[in-house]
Structure formats: structure tokens, C-alpha cells
């Protein structure tokens, strides 16, 4: 358990409510000023009456931006209920390795409630980043991560090609993304000088949701409203394109994950995407980077096991790196800004709504 309390991030929600003591004492204090009572009402009603019009502005531009989202988004339910259990079993083996530390040392990527595992192709983000900033995030050296298992091409990959939705030899990259219950992935738009479009993802264990233009904050952590909703059943794939892909970050929220869940991400690697050089260090030098090792205890490994040695709150992951927080969580996506510097000259619509991004 936490130091405050809480073992599910979903928790930390629910015990957050508006607080609106503040505009309530204001009117209890102006009345009891006579006069200037009245004045005091009469400018947090105008105020009021200002911020209504600017929602309704507001609502108006995420109705706009929503209708762009859904249109850029092919979602199929392509996997049954018999075809997910198999798969899902191939995933508890993958956490199952991943636990014994028999997979490369790139192949895993810990974080709370959240585990990853790259094949094919893996790549730097965030506090692995050695300079941090736009457009930073650069694919591992090859062979620093595992080879795609061959389930995932005979039961995944192969049957979105007969099903048109990816063409033969598209994916070279699959990444596992392995929640429990309160975990979350924060906001972003997935790397475009390292990733080309479409980007293909399946559900299993559980359903979720998918949110689009939401805004995190930490400590404690919260969510803002969504743009727009998508639903992601069990066996679904979905595809992201366009706008949906491009111009809007997409996140899971705490709240969304009730159960374990877990997706496969399918994409393909530009061929002229940056690597790692060979004689740089990623985040730290060796003896400084922590390396997967095999448990020291009896236990048995098992599908939930590799979450059990992390941080259960994602406020201990903020405070990793307190003096990088603020400028992290206010500053602009890199694949945003890098696409802005290839498309300058082009004109470009826009919803007229700033998108506050964060690399994942």
C-alpha cells in the first residue's frame, strides 16, 4: 500500500470532487456588505454569463474536433471470445519471461500498473531520453530488443492481412501494453518521424476506452474532459489515421481500466526513422541503468507477478524526475513539433483548440 492510502489510481478519483466553497462564500460575503453586496453579485453574475458564452464556444469547437476524430477511426470486432483466450494465454507467457528476465534488456519497459514489452523494434521516450525535448525519441540499436514471437504473426498479424486491414509485410514493430486495474497511459500522439500511419491496435482480457484530447495533471492526478470517447471492446482492432493519429493525443484514463487489460500495437518503422548511436548511452551509463534479473523469491511467477515491484501510485513516477515535471507537462509533443517543421509551408485547418502533449 501507498504512502497515502491508495492502491488503485481510480481511488484517487473518486475521492476528488469540485470544490466550489470558494464562489459560495463570495455571494454569502457580498450580501453581507449591503451595497456593495449587490455589486459584488452583479460581478460574479457577469462573470458567470462570460464564462457560459465561452463554454458554449467551447462545446461547439469539441463537437467539431469530435466529428474529425471519429471520421479519421476504422474500428472492427475481428477476434471471438475462443480466439482472444488463446491469445491471452500467449500474453501471460510473454509476462511470464518477462519475469524470469529471459527477454533482452529493451524488450521490457516497467511502469506503474502499466508493463511493456517491445518487439521487433523498440524506442526511447521520455526519461530514457538522453536530451530531452521535441521530436527526441530515437528506435534502439538492432538487436536491442526481441524478435516479434511468431504467435503474434500466425494469430494476430496474418489474420488482419486476410481481413485488409494492414497489407502483407506492414508491421515490423509490436508492442504489448499490459495494464491492472487504475492504470493508465498519459496523453500523446505516437512518434511520426518514427512511426508510419495507420496505427493498428487489439484489445484482449477486458474491455476499456480510448479518449481523445485529454490533459493530465498530477499530484494528485487528474484527468480533464474528453473531445471524444471510443470504446474498445475485447477482440476489437482498431485503426488510427489522419486526424485521429496526427492532431489530437489519445490516453487511457485510471478510470477506464477496471479490469486487467492488455493490447497488442501493430505499426511499421520509417525506414529514415533516427536509432540510438552505437557509442551513446540511452538515459544512463550501465552500472547506473537497472537491469532485469530473475525474481529472488520462491513465488510462482504468474500473469499479474510482474507488476507486483512497482510504485502503485503514478505521483511516484512524477517524482522520479521533480525537476524536469513542469517543464514536461507544459510543453508541446515532439511529433507535433516535427511535424510542424515538415509542414510549414503547408496551410493547414484549424479547430481553433490547443492540445497540450506529452510524450509516452
Excluded at 471470445?81 to 494465454?89: G, K, Q, S
Excluded at 534488456?105 to 536530451?131: C, I, M, W
Excluded at 532485469?292 to 524526475?321: F, I, Q
Amino acid at each position: 500500500m501507498a504512502s497515502s492510502g491508495y492502491s488503485d489510481l481510480r481511488e484517487k478519483l473518486k475521492s476528488m470532487t469540485p470544490h466550489r466553497e470558494e464562489i459560495n462564500n463570495k455571494f454569502v460575503d457580498g450580501m453581507s456588505n449591503g451595497s456593495s453586496g449587490k455589486a459584488q453579485k452583479r460581478k460574479i453574475r457577469e462573470s458567470d454569463e462570460d464564462e457560459f458564452e465561452h463554454s458554449d464556444d467551447c462545446a461547439e469547437n469539441m463537437e467539431q474536433e469530435a466529428s474529425r476524430v471519429k471520421s479519421s477511426i476504422l474500428q472492427e470486432s475481428i477476434f471471438s471470445p475462443e480466439e482472444c483466450a488463446l491469445i491471452e494465454e500467449k500474453i501471460d507467457d510473454v509476462v511470464t519471461r518477462g519475469e524470469a528476465g529471459l527477454y533482452r534488456e529493451h524488450t521490457v519497459d516497467r511502469a506503474p500498473l502499466r508493463n511493456k514489452y517491445f518487439f521487433g523494434e523498440g524506442y526511447t521516450y521520455g526519461s530514457q531520453l538522453e536530451k530531452r525535448g521535441p521530436g527526441q525519441e530515437k528506435l534502439y540499436r538492432k538487436g536491442e530488443v526481441d524478435e516479434i514471437p511468431s504467435w503474434v504473426h500466425d494469430l494476430v498479424i496474418k489474420r488482419l492481412v486476410s481481413r485488409g486491414v494492414v497489407p502483407e509485410g506492414f508491421v515490423n514493430s509490436a508492442v504489448i501494453n499490459d495494464y491492472q486495474p487504475g492504470g493508465c497511459i498519459v496523453s500523446h500522439v505516437d512518434p511520426q518521424h518514427i512511426f508510419a500511419r495507420p496505427i493498428v491496435s487489439v484489445s484482449f482480457f477486458s474491455d476499456s476506452a480510448l479518449c481523445f484530447g485529454c490533459r493530465f495533471q498530477f499530484k494528485p492526478i487528474r484527468v480533464s474532459e474528453p473531445v471524444f470517447v471510443l470504446p474498445v471492446r475485447r477482440g476489437s482492432v482498431t485503426v488510427l489515421s489522419g486526424y485521429a493519429a496526427d492532431d489530437i493525443t489519445h490516453c487511457i484514463r485510471p478510470q477506464d481500466i477496471k479490469e486487467r487489460r492488455a493490447v497488442i500495437i501493430l505499426r511499421k518503422t520509417r525506414p529514415d526513422a533516427p536509432r540510438v548511436d552505437s557509442g551513446s548511452p540511452i538515459s544512463a551509463s550501465p552500472a547506473e541503468r537497472p537491469t532485469l534479473k530473475a525474481k529472488r523469491t520462491h513465488r510462482r511467477a504468474t500473469s499479474s507477478a510482474a507488476h507486483r515491484p512497482r510504485v502503485l501510485e503514478m505521483d511516484k513516477e512524477e517524482n522520479r524526475h521533480p525537476s524536469n515535471s513542469r517543464s514536461r507537462r507544459h510543453s508541446i509533443s515532439s511529433e507535433n513539433y516535427w511535424k510542424r517543421g515538415q509542414d510549414s509551408e503547408k496551410p493547414r485547418e484549424s479547430s481553433g483548440r490547443k492540445v497540450k502533449m506529452r510524450r509516452h
